[in-house]
């Protein structure tokens, strides 16, 4: 995978004392600290990520923890006091930092755009004029523009509402005129600053739906600033942790459910539903681990109420459930059995544990099976997983 | 007088002094430029004068309201606009108010012209604007006829010397309310643009500019009130129009005369705010 944009120990400091306060941040100091010494504000301190191509990065945080801060260095929005902020630009990589202002300029107009909270849309202008005018500014000549514009508002659906002013429109619409702006340019990196924190909450679903489908087709890089965990575990590839100007955790979402990095990130954590990210995955017990009787057969539960003999090819020849013979159905199939047949079922890895929990229910409280893609038998969920995993203990 | 006084006193700090040395120095080496730019000046001002004067007033005052029709599309504002100047020439006040119309006009075009370019300056750079700030309030606050004995012996009489009183006194807000609706461009917008690579003078053209022009047009409406509000003082030292009538109203006790070249300004300055309220009023 190629990388997108690359982070190298990136501090921001606001403020005239800029020595003064990087000296500070290298012997580890707070964001407190520096703005009592030297009445400089750390935006901040020694950020390291790598993006990589057709993700979506989110940077998570509360307000102040330098989530913004951090995304708008790739843009030059915010000046880097120290480090480098590397940037695809074609076959070449460049540091943003350092780069001259035509760079810079080239950089705006063809390889990366942004969308903001607020929208950021001139009121003076219509919708097209709108999302035209990254390609005004890069001197797209006009015929060209109005076809490329054209086709945008399609793509958000806007089109019947092109000769419209952007105040004539509802917050969700003119939130879809900032996606079209950005996505008119073509730039294949996009910043996203909390796109979707200034609408309710049933308009911020059906924008992330949208987002996530025109990705699906699109293949941008996205890096997505959020502080609703929810909408960074829905959306996000990678999730990137931030307080206080530094960067806590960065990994999968199930990762930062699963393995908090520190009390910052449980709380964080501490209201999200884990059914809307843990996978069967990420909750079984792996075949090695799991109790192994004479013949090659195997117990999936703790309780020794099921076990499945398997053969050589690691595929499953027989299953018994409290000593008689059982058949093995796929949870996909959950709905449609009836709840009397001794059976066991099996999942994928990528099987929503909400879904194996429904096939559990349906057992009786049986163990789950874990199956991969050549149906060759990889582990196990018993009732003690699905629950300490819910309980995150 | 006690001896703390008495000795401030005796060492007064001779400002007046200088001032008069500073206006003798540019009298005494630059006085034909003075008075060949403020010749020139009156030449043009007269000939405009002259040349709107030819024009019948009837018809005048017919093309001033359609041109108020054409700046605001309102049917009721034409009427009104072409029924105030019929009231003026019918109070055979028609030449004085071209006269004044000119003034006003043109210090208001020179005002803005002068203080627009200044308050996009002041807008972008903060240290500029700490520094103009004293400067504008000495422009507004300074008594008017304070002033009006300088230019007079750099121009001499004449309207030449009242349109630079004027344009000095009409500057100030200008500058402001430039300034003011630059500083006020909402932070996002300007970001949007940045964030699209925008140049400096693109971001001036195509987003500032645009975003303060409300504001800037207050401006200019303001400018021209202000103006009107010379065109008394500017009379003082020779600038012709109303502000003669009424001077010369004042001088003789003429309640009639002063009535009535008094509300041939209010018309005037009624007319002219209708006109150029542009985009001020909030539709599009």
């Known amino acids: 995978m190629t990388v997108a944009v690359d982070f190298k120990n990136v501090d921001i400091v606001f403020g005239a004392d800029q020595a003064g306060s990087l000296a500070m941040i290298d012997k580890g100091a707070t964001r407190a600290e520096i703005l ?27 307000s102040g923890s330098g989530k913004s801060t951090l995304l708008r260095a790739v843009n030059r929005l915010n000046v880097v006091s120290r480090g480098q902020v590397l940037v695809k630009d074609g076959d070449k990589i460049v540091d943003v930092v350092t780069c001259d202002q035509a760079t810079l300029r080239r950089l705006r107009q063809k390889q990366v755009a942004m969308v903001f909270q607020q929208f950021g849309l001139l009121p003076w202008r219509t919708v097209e004029e709108n999302v035209g005018l990254g390609l005004e500014l890069a001197g797209v000549p006009e015929p060209e523009r109005k076809e490329r514009v054209q086709r945008q508002l399609k793509l958000v659906n806007l089109d019947q509402w092109s000769k419209k002013y952007a105040h004539e429109l509802s917050g969700g619409m003119q939130q879809r005129v900032g996606l079209a702006r950005a996505f008119a340019t073509e730039a294949p990196i996009l910043l996203m600053d909390e796109p979707f924190s200034a609408l309710d909450p049933l308009i911020r679903t059906k924008l992330q739906d949208e987002l996530l489908q025109l990705q699906a087709e699109l293949k941008k890089t996205i890096i997505f600033v959020s502080h609703d965990l929810e909408e960074a575990l829905k959306i996000g590839s990678h999730i990137t942790i931030m307080e206080g100007g530094r960067i806590v955790q960065t990994g999968a ?20 539903n884990p059914l809307s990210v843990l996978t069967a995955w990420n909750v079984m017990r792996d075949s090695r681990d799991l109790e192994h009787g004479d013949n090659g057969w195997v117990w999936l539960d703790r309780r020794k109420t099921t076990r499945f003999k398997i053969d050589e090819h690691g595929l499953v020849a027989a299953a018994e459930r409290d ?16 709840e009397e047949a001794a059976q066991v079922f099996w999942a994928n890895p990528g099987t929503s544990l909400k879904t194996v929990m429904l096939a559990m229910h349906r057992s009786q409280t049986a163990p789950v099976a874990l199956f991969d893609d050549q149906s060759r038998f990889v582990g196990a969920i018993g009732i003690r997983d699905v629950l300490s995993a819910v309980l995150r203990r | 007088m006690d001896p703390i006084s008495q000795f401030m006193v ?40 002259n040349i709107l004067l030819m024009v019948p007033p009837v018809l005048l005052a017919l093309v001033i309201a359609i041109v108020a029709w054409l700046l605001q599309r309102s049917r009721p504002l034409a009427i009104g606009v072409f029924l105030g100047l019929i009231f003026i020439i019918n109070q055979n006040l028609w030449k004085q108010t071209v006269q004044t119309l000119v003034l006003v006009v043109a210090a208001a075009a020179m005002a803005m012209a002068i203080g627009v370019p200044l308050g996009i300056w002041a807008a972008h750079k903060p240290k500029v604007y700490r520094i103009m700030l ?14 009006l004995i300088p230019v007079l012996t750099l121009f001499g009489l004449g309207n030449a010397p009242g349109l630079i009183v004027t344009i000095i006194f009409v500057i100030p807000t200008a500058v402001r309310l430039t300034h003011l609706g630059v500083v006020s461009v909402p932070k996002s917008i300007i970001e949007a643009g940045e964030a699209f690579g925008a140049t400096k003078s693109q971001l001036l053209w195509k987003v500032e500019l645009p975003s303060a022009l409300p504001t800037i047009m207050a401006g200019l409406t303001q400018s021209i009130m202000l103006s009107l509000s010379m065109v008394v003082f500017a009379a003082l030292i020779g600038a012709g129009g109303l502000g003669t009538e009424i001077n010369r109203a004042l001088g003789s006790r003429r309640i009639d005369l002063g009535l009535e070249a008094g509300l041939a300004i209010v018309v005037l300055a009624i007319v002219l705010d209708r006109m150029t309220r542009i985009g001020v009023g909030g539709k599009k």
């Open chain 1, 36 to 62: 009592e010494k030297t009445g400089n504000v750390l935006g901040c301190a020694g950020a390291s990520l790598t993006v990589h191509e057709g993700e979506i990065s989110v940077l998570m945080g509360l």
């Open chain 1, 253 to 272: 979402p199930e990762d930062i459910v699963l393995r908090p990095a520190n009390d910052y990130v449980r709380d964080f954590i501490a209201n999200v």
């Open chain 1, 323 to 338: 000593g008689k013979p059982a058949i093995w159905v796929s949870c996909a199939d959950v709905e449609a059995q009836s």
């Open chain 2, 10 to 49: 005796d060492h007064k700090i001779p400002i007046g002094a200088w001032g008069k040395a500073f206006f003798g120095f540019l009298t005494d080496n630059f006085d034909t430029i003075f008075r060949a730019f403020s010749n020139g000046l009156n030449f043009l001002l007269d000939g405009l004068v």
């Open chain 2, 134 to 147: 004293p400067v504008l309030d000495l422009m507004q606050t300074l008594p008017t006829f304070v002033y």
